[in-house]
């Protein structure tokens, strides 16, 4: 068993072998996958030496107290968030040791070819078609609110590869190179006057089989590993008290008396506390998981997240009074990662009207509590035994 | 850092807890002793404070308690609150109880935690911690006026009285006139407490007794409206799954499923800041701005969720017969009971400065 002590040991080790201040960046993070200090929890030879997961908040620490580079999560969080652990669960052995090092590095990044124009909440419903040809697959169709398509070097791509039985059993999951002959990535604008999400549409991508992940006709349950890890790391980060949307609207407040009205300080005051007990919400959450009996609060985290990023940054935008009139800028922009609290309060406010869609919607969320947390009978369906060709469309 | 979890300890005292009001306070029993004129179960107080020794939780052991924490007392509450038990438990073996640890006064200490006296603290229900409490005249030494609104006064053997030259003074029952007042919570009756001339023994100062205490009821009040929500979400939950309409059970309508999910969110919030104020009580870090978190955010989230049991059970909600009124009157009180959200609100506007206009 690996504990903190050893933990240490061999970051030290890492860091004697590889000082930062005269080591490349890359070489460091390759070193430090290498020495299975990039995701303890992860199995010896890929970037892991199967301790428990909270102990690598020990390396952490060590790593930062040295200035060593750290490899860039938030620029590739779909790639680790959520590729990652399905590679893990599904990948063959190969797979797991092509695709995990340069995507935890940073030197590949990954996006997610899920939703569909037509799929959507219903995600199962996908059209995207992957027709066997030799070795190959050839995929057509198109994908839509790909984040950072544009920026990625691989994706996940779930297709239909069976219209003949039941949606969710006639899907395949897949790992298409993005660079691939066929692959066109166009910008969609958004509200906010940035394009951080794309369409692709895929023509004629020819995909070979041992990119495959999982088997053929199995998608649906592979996917389910990648969404319930965006649920977690949506709902998983660890914040300080005003350490979310509520810090930047707080400080305006202090900052600018002569802003405040009785009516918003009520419903400031209102938002705050509800930030805070989110914020104890989540750390019960992560306590639990510590002591290894995980709640279902994660379930709900993403939902209250939204909410609150809605209610604060609409009230910060009414605080700015004729200031709340203006906009940062509405230039086209590619950005390379999603910054919620970045830029000014108007964008905040419309950025954060994404947060109820994006990674399920809270509809779909709050039927999910209801259903698996509180055990409420199932919407009744009408697709769930018609092959996909027959349903109506 | 705060520990949000329950120990196994913790566990265990709810589930012994549990058990007891189990056998003592059933829903027909509870409602059936409203109806009489003597609402509190002191056979249920005798068994908890007696049998169990939970009086004396908050008590050093060498004053006769048993040296536990408030995280402990949070955990009874919470079951108490579940039960909606008519037992003096906050007032005596938590405000009482605090206010005379400040005082220091041993030996009334030792009868409340063993239980063999009930004590009260002659504020009324509704004071926020800081707020300015209606004190007794003391005139020629003795206690004179009329102090409304005092929780389980009807069931105490000692009345913990705030004078007007500052002191907190202990007055034996007998010594006054308690006129019994009705309360919108059958369960936790409030009276009005008549002092005529009373000798009262000044045993310290009221106002940081009495200051100390509310902040305590406070902040542990939360875990007991965390029993009351969790109860109603539990509660509406089950039901639901059994009642059909429409040839179809009705907790599988999503317009239902999507509230029941939302109040799911809302008490698993309550759970976190209920327990963020016990351990905050017990450590005594950052003490006043979580128990004035927990409180201004439990209340509203403990009536929401008596008020959709309510309309969630339909006709049935509305009647004598089934439990929920219980609650809905117990989380209505509780939210005015130690200052409402608004008061923690404003006390909250100051400790992190976010001062009003």
């Known amino acids: ?393 | 850092m705060t520990d949000l979890l329950y120990s196994e300890e913790e566990e265990a005292l709810r589930a012994a807890v549990r058990d007891l009001l189990a056998d003592h306070c059933d829903a027909p029993g509870v409602i059936a002793r409203t109806e009489s004129g003597a609402p509190h179960d002191l056979a249920a107080w005798k068994a908890l404070a007696d049998g169990m020794g939970l009086a004396g939780l908050l008590v050093p052991e060498e004053l006769g308690g048993q040296g536990a924490s408030h995280r402990e007392v949070a955990v009874v509450l919470e079951e108490l609150g579940r039960a909606v038990a008519p037992v003096p438990y906050l007032t005596s073996a938590v405000v009482a109880t605090e206010a005379l640890l400040v005082c220091g006064d041993e030996e009334l200490l030792g009868r409340l935690a063993s239980g063999r006296a009930i004590g009260a603290l002659a504020v009324g229900l509704h004071t926020a911690p800081g707020a300015v409490a209606k004190t007794a005249r003391l005139e020629n030494g003795t206690l004179h006026g009329e102090l409304t609104g005092i929780a389980d006064a009807a069931v105490a053997d000692v009345l913990l009285v705030p004078a007007d030259d500052g002191g907190l003074y202990a007055v034996t029952a007998d010594a006054v006139t308690v006129t019994p007042q009705v309360s919108l919570d059958l369960t936790r009756p409030l009276a009005t407490v008549t002092l005529d001339g009373v000798p009262g023994r000044r045993i310290g100062d009221a106002e940081p007794a009495v200051r100390r205490a509310l902040r305590t009821a406070a902040g542990l009040l939360a875990s007991e409206q965390l029993g009351v929500a969790d109860w109603a979400l539990t509660e509406t939950v089950r039901y639901l799954k059994e009642r059909k309409q429409f040839n179809r059970p009705v907790g599988g309508f999503q317009a239902l499923k999507h509230r029941l999910a939302q109040l799911w969110l809302e008490v698993a919030g309550l759970r976190a800041a209920a327990r963020a104020a016990a351990d905050a009580l017990a450590t005594g870090e950052d003490t006043d701005v979580t128990v004035a978190v927990a409180q201004a955010y439990s209340s509203p989230v403990a009536v929401r969720a008596t008020e959709e049991a309510l309309q969630l059970h339909g006709g049935i909600g509305m009647t004598w017969e089934h439990p929920v009124h219980l609650y809905l009157k117990r989380a209505k009180a509780d939210s005015i009971a130690c200052g409402t959200a608004g008061a923690h609100r404003a006390v909250l506007a100051e400790l992190v400065d976010l001062q009003s206009p």
């Open chain 1, 1 to 393: 068993m690996t504990d903190a002590a050893e933990l240490r040991r061999r970051t030290q080790e890492l860091l004697a072998a590889h000082p930062p201040a005269t080591t490349d960046r890359l070489d460091f993070l390759r070193a430090r996958f290498d020495a299975g200090l990039a995701w303890v929890h992860y199995p010896e030879g890929l970037g892991g030496l199967g301790a428990p997961r909270h102990l690598q908040a020990v390396v952490d620490a060590e790593l930062e107290a040295a200035g060593a580079p750290d490899n860039d999560a938030r620029r590739n969080g779909i790639g680790l968030g959520m590729a990652a652990p399905t590679i893990l669960k599904y990948g063959t052995e190969e797979q797991k040791q092509r695709y995990l090092r340069p995507l935890w590095t940073g030197e590949e990044v990954w996006c997610q070819l899920f939703s569909e124009p037509g799929a959507g909440s219903d995600l199962a419903a996908l059209g995207t078609r992957a027709v066997p040809d030799g070795d190959d697959w050839v995929v057509n169709g198109q994908k839509v609110w790909t984040s950072g398509a544009h920026n990625a070097r691989w994706a996940i791509l779930i297709a239909r590869t069976d219209p003949s039985v039941p949606k969710h059993a006639g899907i395949t999951y897949f790992l298409c190179d993005m660079t691939d002959p066929g692959v066109d990535v166009r910008p969609l604008r958004q509200i906010t006057g940035e394009a951080e999400f794309n369409e692709v549409f895929l023509s004629d991508v020819r995909i070979p089989d041992s990119c495959r992940l999982g088997e053929v006709g199995n998608g649906w349950r592979v996917a389910q590993t990648t969404l319930n890890n965006e649920r977690v790391a949506i709902g998983g980060m660890r914040l300080p008290r005003e350490g979310g949307m509520i810090g930047p609207v707080a400080k305006t407040w202090r900052e600018r008396p002569e802003l405040r009205t009785h009516d918003l300080h009520q419903r400031l005051l209102k938002l705050w506390v509800e930030s805070e007990v989110s914020r104890l919400t989540a750390e019960r959450l992560r306590q639990q998981l510590v002591a290894g009996q995980p709640g279902y609060e994660g379930s709900g985290m993403k939902l209250a997240f939204a909410r609150l990023n809605q209610e604060i940054s609409g009230l910060e935008v009414e605080l700015r009074g004729q200031e709340g009139l203006l906009y940062d800028d509405w230039t086209l922009r590619r950005p390379e990662l999603v910054d919620f609290t970045g830029r000014d309060a108007g964008y905040r406010y419309l950025r954060s009207k994404g947060n109820s869609i994006e990674g399920g919607t809270s509809e779909v969320l709050l039927n999910i509590v209801a259903e698996r947390v509180l055990g409420l009978p199932a919407e009744p369906r009408t697709d769930k035994d018609v092959a996909w060709k027959d349903l109506a469309r």
